[in-house]
């Protein structure tokens, strides 16, 4: 027998077999075959896998959308993943807004509060860039990258082996069939051999297609570990920020009361009414365990003789002689005067004195 005469009859035999395949799924479908039906183990086992399957890629979907949210930055890396090729760095948006803030304090001049704020927080704002890079790089690696390989790995071969168990249980239906309907002893006898050659390749297959599903458990607990890592990243990133912004308020509450205007700065601020310096009242517990209504924008430290030391919220700019510039995170002196609008404070730092 040459090549050719033997892909012919191989053609022909797989043919043969996909007929008699279709044939049986179509009889199933139409309520005139039997099926023979998986036992109550093995259809838990495909429907956790499945499972598993669906929510992991909406998972890993998601969580590319957190890290990256970007379309077309995601798009763009996908290429050059498929492609095997790096992606090109590109900087990420706080890194950019770092460097905005920091060109133009450089312009306003860094010798003025403003130009010296904006340098300060372009710095923070770009370290913030480069923890959030860490963080993608870090998830991409110990989270993403197990979630993928099993998508494309595990679940592959599983759903390879699942499709040969379906074929293998359709060859044992319709050997089932055939028998049925043999008459003849010599064909009987043949279809009885037929039937125990289908029925061992379908146990053989279902006992394959079993034991990878009871991996599934195993992929579980290696997720759990992947996702205790994810949120250790996440848990390092926030806590690098955290840490970041609090610098960064601490050096703009450090600043002297005598700033220097800025060079083109010619505007007169208008004097504010009670809505613009007091964001509203809030009852506040002091240490000494008193509780009195202050300003909103300052936190009440202690009760003394007449007056209270109190730590300031947010920067307020004077408008006027009448009234004292704020700084956010210091500690001043504040008491009341009466006859004066309650919704205001005198304050006393040093020497200097105002509402």
Not at 225 to 253: H, I, P, S, W
């Amino acid at each position: 027998m040459n090549i050719m005469d033997f892909n012919v009859k191989k053609l022909a035999a797989d043919a043969g077999t996909f007929l008699s395949r279709a044939v049986q799924f179509t009889e199933e479908k139409l309520g005139q075959a039997e099926k023979t039906e998986l036992d109550a183990h093995l259809e838990n086992l495909l429907s956790k896998a499945e499972c598993t399957k669906i929510w992991t890629e909406k998972i890993m979907k998601q969580t590319e959308v957190l890290l990256q949210p970007n379309p077309n930055a995601r798009i763009e890396e996908f290429v050059y993943e498929k492609l095997d090729r790096k992606a090109p760095s590109r900087i990420n948006n706080p890194e950019l807004l770092g460097q905005y803030m920091i060109d133009a304090g450089t312009e306003f001049g860094p010798g003025t509060a403003y130009g010296n704020a904006l340098i300060k927080c372009g710095e923070t704002q770009k370290r913030i860039g480069t923890a959030d890079r860490e963080l993608i790089q870090t998830s991409a690696l110990n989270f993403l990258t197990p979630l993928r390989n099993f998508i494309e790995g595990d679940y592959k071969t599983i759903a390879k082996e699942r499709k040969l168990l379906q074929n293998k249980r359709l060859d044992l239906d319709a050997a089932k069939t055939r028998l049925k309907k043999a008459k003849a002893a010599e064909t009987r006898a043949s279809s009885e051999q037929e039937l125990r050659i289908t029925q061992s390749e379908f146990d053989r297959q279902a006992e394959i297609t079993r034991l990878l599903l009871e991996g599934i458990s195993s992929t579980h607990a290696h997720h759990l570990r992947c996702l205790n890592d994810f949120v250790e990243a996440q848990m390092t990133y926030y806590a690098q920020c955290y840490q970041y912004m609090l610098d960064l308020q601490k050096q703009l509450g450090s600043f002297p009361s005598n700033y220097h205007c800025n060079n083109n700065q010619t505007s007169v601020p208008p004097v504010p009414s009670a809505s613009s310096n007091i964001i509203g009242s809030s009852a506040l517990t002091s240490t000494s365990g008193l509780v009195m209504t202050s300003p909103s924008n300052l936190i009440d430290l202690k009760e003394g003789s007449g007056s209270r030391k109190a730590r300031v919220l947010y920067d307020y700019d004077a408008a006027n002689s009448t009234e004292l510039s704020l700084l956010a995170d210091e500690v001043i002196t504040v008491f009341s005067v009466v006859g004066m609008d309650s919704d205001w404070l005198m304050g006393e730092r040093g020497n200097q004195k105002g509402r």
